[in-house]
């Protein structure tokens, strides 16, 4: 495989992020997550921060070096997501579950599978023009599904980021698969929390995806995104790759990752480690030793849930 791969996420006008993006890849075989861990709900960030790294954790599992069902195991990967999220809400006697959207995508012989749940999506751009995009699982996107509101009504509706669907919720999650589809030279896939793709319209992320690769395109839509959302701004965030040939001449520098020479059992991964000061925030008497044990019982519950 080849591509050039991007990511960030930013706190905007929030005080705290409680986003989470998180890439994976074997010789064969790209992960990629974006949750946004809801806002209101205690601990959203935990909620993300399990899913994200459970996916990884199940990912460098399964895939020897591929996935050998991808749509079975992005449903079962997000169904276990939500069963830790619930595990560690009850070992903690939280009143309110932590909760969180999810989107994921995995690539290998030069095919994209996805899945999501709520309303973080997944574009695929091909010269310009979008190709595929998820369906929020929100009452809004079902208003315009029954003709009630445009699309144009819906971006600016007041209750467009209520959604229906999510991973810690009261009900198991309905995960929405998507794919086959095989990438082409040069297409650009893209995952983002709704703070991200709510002040930014398809036309000009296409455009942008269109005509610069992800890792130039991405940061110019990043500071669109967050300057037209004011100091109110949600969280934002974006991983997005474009996609090369493997004997393609070009070369995005840094960016650009060529696996065909990686051993058949490594894996590399990058995602933002739990910040677990935030998550005890609430506690002013919070000692290096709470912060340990907060780490260590999340990660034990990833460790549980992805056997």
């Not at 500071?223 to 001449?249: C, F, M, P, Y």
């Not at 696996?259 to 058949?264: E, I, V």
Request: aromatic share 6%.
């Amino acid at each position: 495989m080849k591509f050039s791969i991007y990511q960030e996420s930013r706190r905007g006008g929030r005080k705290y992020n409680q986003d989470r993006v998180g890439y994976s890849y074997s010789r064969d075989s790209l992960m990629l997550v974006v949750a946004d861990g809801m806002g209101g709900h205690l601990h959203g960030e935990v909620a993300a921060q399990i899913t994200v790294e459970l996916l990884a954790e199940l990912f460098q599992k399964k895939a020897k070096p591929v996935i050998s069902s991808p749509g079975s195991f992005l449903t079962d990967s997000l169904n276990k997501a939500h069963d830790a999220i619930l595990a560690y809400s009850n070992n903690h006697n939280l009143l309110e579950t932590p909760r969180t959207t999810c989107v994921a995508c995995l690539i290998q012989d030069g095919m994209a599978y996805w899945a999501h749940v709520g309303d973080s999506r997944l574009y695929l751009v091909r010269k310009g023009q979008l190709i595929a995009q998820t369906k929020d699982h929100s009452k809004v996107q079902q208003m315009v599904d029954s003709g009630v509101l445009t699309e144009a009504e819906a971006q600016v509706h007041p209750e467009r980021n209520k959604i229906y669907n999510c991973l810690g919720g009261l009900h198991p999650p309905e995960v929405e698969l998507g794919g086959k589809t095989a990438l082409h030279e040069n297409d650009s896939v893209l995952l983002s929390s709704d703070g991200f793709w709510g002040p930014l319209n398809i036309d000009e992320v296409c455009g942008y995806l269109g005509n610069y690769p992800a890792m130039y395109a991405l940061p110019q839509l990043m500071d669109q995104a967050e300057l037209r959302a004011g100091k109110h701004s949600d969280n934002l965030s974006v991983l997005g790759i474009t996609w090369l040939e493997e004997d393609t001449a070009a070369d995005d520098g840094p960016t650009t990752i060529q696996t065909k020479t990686m051993p058949l059992d490594s894996f590399t991964t990058k995602l933002k480690e739990l910040d677990a000061e935030q998550i005890l925030k609430g506690d002013r008497d919070v000692t290096e030793m709470d912060i340990e044990a907060a780490i260590a019982e999340i990660k034990s519950t990833i460790e549980k849930y992805s056997k």
